[in-house]
Each structure stands twice: as structure tokens, then as C-alpha cells.
DNA sequence: CGTGGCCCCTGTGGGC
DNA sequence: TGCCCACAGGGGCCAC
């Protein structure tokens, strides 16, 4: 479901929800969608198949007693920091959200919710419950002890997507031989960026997704940075894309959609030159773009 | 080593 | 109406 932008938008909403709020309450309903330090490493679904129940969760690793400090996001995760040094790092997958609906508010849905905190304000009175939903269960938490492993884990995922350059970009992936989609999904050569707006990148920078990596200009790298980070800053500005089942911490949609240009429209009329969009299968995922406006390239051709 | 293929899940919408 | 299939905004692992 998320990319850079309707995390953000999460990030924003729930930070002027729960800055400040101490944690009175854990309840974790499903054990499998949060990792600790402890736990072997990998992805949930690998841990899912182990037949050795994991240790329980100390809920102390997951904020209680803790007033939370930071409401933070790199790419596509995001993260709430607590006093105690202690940090949740929240990834929301395909389906995953994350709730803040206030006191007395009701949630849009009470299934597949995984992990649920109680919250104070800072004077004592309730601030409601934050709740953990994913019905795919793609996403989950990781338990971190301390800011320094947080910072570790992000240091592995390469720059914003909204303060990338075309440098950064060169240097992660022009070496590659792979389609330039591909190195545009890969959280270590960019962190936020997903299959909408992989797609409406390159439809504005005017490359063909299966372009090799390789074969770029500076030119070129410095064009789909740029068209990225302004898009992406747009795409936040709109709140986020809400295709199906997106919402912010507070329930609401967000209107980025209307910045899509390709994705989604296979077959539909280029806005730009009018011509029917292609679509197909790059990097394993649906991909639209135009034929005429991103020119497929051949080795030899000069750009 | 880089890379494509496969897998992890549930829900939904379209065609029959 | 109901069934079945394809597909969905993500990413980890494992053969090559």
C-alpha cells in the first residue's frame, strides 16, 4: 500500500497525535509480526515458519512506561522514538496502517489488528489507543534498544527519496546492467520509492523503465532525481495516494492520486502525446509507460 | 557478486 | 448468487 509519500503522511498524522503521550498499555495480539533483537534475522514470513514458538515480547520494548519522543520516517518506514532510548520501527508493507483515532473516536475496522498501545497525555487524561493493522501481514515491528540501532538499520537503506540526487543515484546504481525500475525499487539505491511512482518518475523524466541502469547519463540520473524528489514532494503535499484502503493515522484519504499519470491507465491515452500506454511485467511488477514519450533505447543509440 | 524467480498473506473485483 | 482466477501500493531468500 505505502510509498514515501503516505508514509509521510502517517508520520505527520500520528506525530501530532501521540508527541508527548506516555504509554500506559501494550497489548500484542499477534506475536509473528513483531521481530526483536533476539529473533532470528529475516523477513516475518520466515519467522512464521518456525516451529520453536519465539520468546514473548517485553512490553517495555515495545514503549510501555516510555513518553514518546519522535515520530520519525526514512523511505518507507517509520518509526516512534521513546525516552527511555528505546525505539519502534514500524514497516506497513502492502496493507499495514497505523491508527491514532483519539479518545472516544471508533477505528474504520476492528479486524487484523495486531498490536494495540493505550495513551496518555502528558497530564494524565486518555489520548485514545494507537493500533498496528495489517490484514496481509507484509508489514511489521521491530523492536530496537536504542537510537544507534535504528540509525544502523537505516544507514543500510540508501537516501530519502525526497532529498535524492542524481549523483547518489549514479553512484547506487549505475553500474548496474538491470532495468532502471528495477534500481529505482531497490530500498539500498533509494528509500520511499515504490511501483506508482517508480512508474511516474520515469514517465516524467522521459525513461523507459526497461532502460539499463548502466547505460544513463549524468544528464539522465540527474533528471529522474530531480522528477522524483518533485514529485514525491507533490505526491506529500496531496497527502498521499489513496488507491483502495490508505488512510492517514486519523482515517483520512489523501488526493495524490490525481497526480498519476501512467500508473494505472494501461491501454489509456498518453496525457502528453495522446498515444495508447503500454504495460507489462518489469522487475516482477506491473509497469505502464509510453512508448512515444519514454523511447526504448538500443545499445549503440546516442541519447 | 548481482539478479530473476518465488514466496509470504488476505481481500477484492471481474468474468463466467 | 456464487465460484474461480488474477491481481494488489512490499520485500526477503535462494538458486543460478
Not at 547519463?217 to 507533490?234: F, G, K
Not at 484502503?245 to 482515517?251: I, L, P, Q, S, T
Request: with cysteine; proline share 5%.
Amino acid at each position: 500500500m505505502p510509498e514515501l509519500p503516505e508514509v509521510e503522511t502517517v508520520r505527520r498524522s500520528l506525530e501530532s497525535r501521540v508527541l508527548g503521550c506516555t504509554v500506559s498499555g501494550v497489548i500484542v495480539r499477534r506475536r509473528d509480526v513483531i521481530a526483536t533483537p533476539d529473533d532470528p534475522p529475516g523477513g516475518f514470513g520466515r519467522q512464521r515458519r518456525l516451529t520453536r514458538a519465539p520468546k514473548r515480547v517485553e512490553k517495555a520494548d515495545l514503549l510501555l512506561g516510555d513518553t514518546i519522543e519522535g515520530v520519525l520516517r526514512h523511505g518507507k518506514q517509520l518509526a516512534l522514538a521513546g525516552n527511555s532510548e528505546r525505539a519502534v520501527l514500524i514497516h506497513l508493507g502492502m496493507t499495514g496502517e497505523v491508527m491514532a483515532p483519539g479518545p472516544g473516536a471508533r477505528l474504520r475496522a476492528a479486524d487484523h489488528l495486531h498490536v494495540l498501545w493505550t495513551l496518555r497525555r502528558g497530564d494524565g487524561a486518555s489520548a485514545g489507543r494507537m493500533v498496528f493493522r495489517d490484514p496481509r501481514r507484509f508489514g511489521g515491528i521491530w523492536t530496537l534498544p536504542d537510537r544507534g540501532a535504528l540509525d544502523r538499520r537505516w544507514a543500510e537503506l540508501g537516501p530519502d527519496g525526497l532529498a535524492v540526487t542524481g549523483q547518489q543515484l549514479r553512484e547506487r546504481a549505475g553500474g548496474s546492467a538491470r532495468a532502471i525500475k528495477a534500481s529505482l525499487l531497490d530500498q539500498r539505491v533509494v528509500a520511499g520509492v515504490g511501483n506508482i511512482y517508480a512508474d511516474e518518475g520515469l514517465f516524467r523524466a522521459g525513461i523507459h523503465p526497461e532502460a539499463r541502469a548502466g547505460d544513463l547519463t549524468s544528464q539522465e540520473w540527474d533528471r529522474v532525481a530531480r522528477e522524483l524528489r518533485t514529485l514525491l514532494c507533490e505526491a506529500v503535499e496531496l497527502r498521499g495516494s489513496t488507491l483502495r484502503d490508505y488512510r492517514d493515522a486519523g482515517g483520512f484519504a489523501g488526493d495524490a492520486a490525481r497526480l498519476h499519470r501512467v500508473y494505472g491507465r494501461g491501454g489509456e491515452a498518453c496525457v502528453s502525446c495522446g498515444n495508447s500506454l503500454a504495460s507489462g511485467t518489469v522487475a516482477q511488477r506491473t509497469t505502464v509507460w509510453c512508448p512515444l514519450c519514454q523511447p526504448e533505447r538500443y545499445p549503440g543509440s546516442v541519447d
